[in-house]
Nanobody, 115 residues
Framework: QVQLVESGGGLVQAGGSLRLSCAAS????????MGWYRQAPGKQRELVAV???????TYADSVKGRFTISRDNAKNTMLLQMNSLKPEDTAVYYC?????????WGKGTLVTVSS
């Protein structure tokens, strides 16, 4: 079984930074796409950023220029560097990995940005 575990969430003031990590139980190289999604209270889960195995990235307009996604296949990890955080970034952030049409999800880590 493949398991994804997020870490790094917490409470931060607006304008601050956090770095989220996703650790995979399997080799990171097996996933075609990895990404971060988030869900705020009362809102739908939305894509934050994705990165392919070779490093191509895509960002939601709301985070572009502030967040950076990366993956280290050798270390079986994926990172989300979040800078200039805003209160509207408050959400549970989920790690996602895809392989051959199969989606794997972490259980989420809470990010709270205070105003």
């Amino acid at each position: 079984q493949v398991q994804l575990v997020e870490s790094g969430g917490g409470l931060v003031q607006a304008g601050g930074s956090l770095r989220l990590s996703c650790a995979a139980s399997a080799s990171g190289s097996i996933f075609s796409i990895m990404g971060w999604y988030r869900q705020a209270p009362g809102k739908q889960r939305e894509l934050v950023a994705v990165v392919t195995r070779l490093g191509t990235t895509t960002y939601a307009d709301s985070v572009k220029g502030r967040f950076t996604i990366s993956r280290d296949n050798a270390k079986n990890t994926m990172l989300l560097q979040m800078n200039s955080l805003k209160p509207e970034d408050t959400a549970v952030y989920y790690c996602n990995a895809q392989l051959l049409g199969i989606n794997y999800w972490g259980k989420g880590t809470l990010v709270t940005v205070s105003s």
